[in-house]
Nanobody, 121 residues
Framework: QVQLVESGGGLVQPGGSLRLSCVAS????????MGWYRQAPGKQRELVAH???????VYPDSVKGRFTISRDVAKNTAYLQMNSLKPEDTAVYYC???????????????WGQGTQVTVSS
């Protein structure tokens, strides 16, 4: 069984910063890639940041230069540093991992339960 647990969400004023963490635990052989997505009320879930096992990153234009994703491979943990937050960043943020549970397993996709980020004065 695999679990992804996010933490670090909360209420922050515009221009402020938050750091989200995602810890993957359980039967994990290797993690190929991890990512952060977000979903605002009435909107589709969208990619916020993605990082491969080699450290390559992808960001949409909406967060580029403000958000930074990183990984601690030894701890099966991904981080999302969010700076210069805007009200439009308000959403539930979800962690995603593409991983194998054993040597013989194929890559499977897992999601965390989400953490709320609210940017408001």
């Amino acid at each position: 069984q695999v679990q992804l647990v996010e933490s670090g969400g909360g209420l922050v004023q515009p221009g402020g910063s938050l750091r989200l963490s995602c810890v993957a635990s359980g039967n994990i052989f290797s993690i190929n890639a991890m990512g952060w997505y977000r979903q605002a009320p009435g909107k589709q879930r969208e990619l916020v940041a993605h990082i491969t096992s080699g450290g390559s990153t992808v960001y949409p234009d909406s967060v580029k230069g403000r958000f930074t994703i990183s990984r601690d491979v030894a701890k099966n943990t991904a981080y999302l540093q969010m700076n210069s937050l805007k009200p439009e960043d308000t959403a539930v943020y979800y962690c995603n991992a593409d991983l194998r549970r054993s040597f013989f397993d194929t890559n499977n996709n897992y999601w965390g339960q989400g953490t709320q980020v609210t940017v408001s004065s």
